[in-house]
């Protein structure tokens, strides 16, 4: 029997009700804070996260699907291709393709799936999705205003607080200006000679080409190495501090609770100054429900204008996990509010059209066939969840009037055609 790929799953029902949930309620936020959808291929050129991402970043180095694609001809070189890793560098990408600096500040969301080749574990697929949003645009929009970063910051905070998430924690850093990192890198470079020995392999090789990324180190006995390092903040320049507490204050003032978290840097290279991460206890050790930052150098990097922009990326699948410990799938799933049972030959046509009328209403319609028996029927709509079976037979359909009974209180009542779908939906409602 052929299975799904290690790293991948199927999402069946009723589960997906609870996604379906989530992206519609996000999409509701987003419609309220004036962003737009924008789609973007699943796969890039190579060179895009080289570049954009970064070469020594986990993602680059280690975790990308990545193919070449070959000419017609054999000898033809061929282009290397990837499978997104994360959507920002695709959207930044479009930026500058699409010459959107023309609309001035863009504030764009994108939602679907990503794909790392990383070990499967709670949470975590290699296919994989993510709920995205950025705004991007010219300095003279507005887009490098920390007013930018701490909207991103309510806005994300209204997303969990709208489905339901309790208890979540927003976790605050700057990781300033790449002049602002020069020193610091210098200083980390320095402090880490005589400790990297003792530190695991990727942070001996970090420690060399990309000192930064020693923070982003999840091996728990290197972590006492980690906490005696200097700190990012130390090095910030005056600008970058302004900055970073113009921030914290808007925040403040609109009652969004955080915390500072001096080692938190992210895993890609393109962050500057203010970056950020929500977690949530019910994920375990590996916590983190979204996370993000500015990246205003990044469209320069790709060959684009100044654009300085901010974003964020929602594992979606761990916010799904998050959901679960307070809600199940079944609870948001809208069951049949009527299963109509056809009895004998030639009502399946009736029971259709019927079907047809009722949908009009927002009414959810499970429709049976006529071969089955009433006890039958009865069976099948008590399966599916519906709260009433409409029974449609020849004296039925003759007289207009049909026989509408409560699966749960057993209560039965003829009701005319005109009078089905008002009836159904007063019940519902009450």
Not at 142 to 151: K, L, Q
Not at 235 to 255: C, M, N, P, W, Y
Not at 353 to 359: D, G, H, M, V, Y
Request: aromatic letters at 8%.
């Amino acid at each position: 029997m052929i299975k799904a790929v290690r790293g991948t799953r199927d999402l069946l029902p009723p589960d997906t009700a609870l996604w379906n949930f989530v992206e519609s309620a996000v999409r509701d936020v987003f419609r309220a804070y004036n962003f737009h959808e924008i789609r973007t291929p699943i796969f890039e050129d190579t060179q895009l996260f080289s570049r954009g991402v970064g070469e020594e970043t986990d993602i680059v180095a280690k975790e990308m699907f990545t193919w070449e694609d070959r000419g017609r001809a054999e000898s033809d070189k061929g282009q290397s291709l990837t499978l997104r890793p994360e959507a920002t560098a695709g959207i930044v990408r479009a930026y500058i393709e699409h010459k959107l600096w023309d609309r001035g500040l863009n504030k764009l969301f994108c939602i679907g799936p990503m794909f790392r080749r990383e070990r499967p574990q709670k949470g975590r697929y290699r296919q994989f999705y993510q709920i995205d949003a950025e705004i991007i645009g010219p300095s003279s929009a507005g887009s490098e205003s920390p007013a930018r970063d701490a909207e991103i910051l309510e806005m994300l905070a209204t997303i969990l607080d709208r489905l339901g998430i309790k208890d979540w924690t927003l976790e605050l850093n700057s990781v300033g200006t790449p002049a602002d990192r020069v020193n610091f890198n210098e200083a980390l470079r320095k402090a880490l000679e005589p400790l990297v020995e003792g530190m695991c392999e990727d942070c001996q090789r970090r420690a060399v080409t990309n000192p930064l990324r020693v923070f982003d180190c999840k091996v728990p006995a290197d972590q006492p190495i980690i906490e005696t390092l200097p700190r990012i903040s130390q090095f910030l320049g005056e600008d970058s501090r302004q900055h970073f507490d113009a921030v914290q204050e808007i925040l403040t003032k609109t009652g969004v609770p955080f915390s500072l978290n001096s080692r938190l840097v992210r895993g890609l290279d393109y962050y500057t100054r203010t970056a950020f991460e929500f977690t949530h206890g019910a994920l375990g050790a590996q916590n983190a429900i979204l996370g993000g930052g500015r990246y205003d150098g990044l469209s320069e990097a790709l060959g684009g204008p100044a654009a300085p922009g901010i974003g964020f990326a929602i594992g979606e699948d761990r916010l799904v996990m998050s959901l679960q410990e307070n809600a199940t799938a079944e609870g948001i799933l809208r069951q049949p509010d009527a299963y109509i049972a056809p009895l004998g030959p030639g009502m399946n046509p009736e029971a259709a059209r019927l079907a047809r009328e009722l949908r009009r209403h927002d009414l959810v319609i499970e429709l049976g066939d006529e071969t089955f028996r009433l006890k039958k029927s009865f069976e099948a709509a008590t399966r599916a969840g519906a709260k009433y079976i409409l029974i449609v037979g020849e004296n039925e359909v003759k007289a207009e009037s049909f026989a509408l009974k409560n699966l749960a209180t057993g209560e039965q009542v003829s009701v005319p055609r005109s009078e089905l779908a008002k009836t159904i939906q007063a019940t519902l409602v009450s």
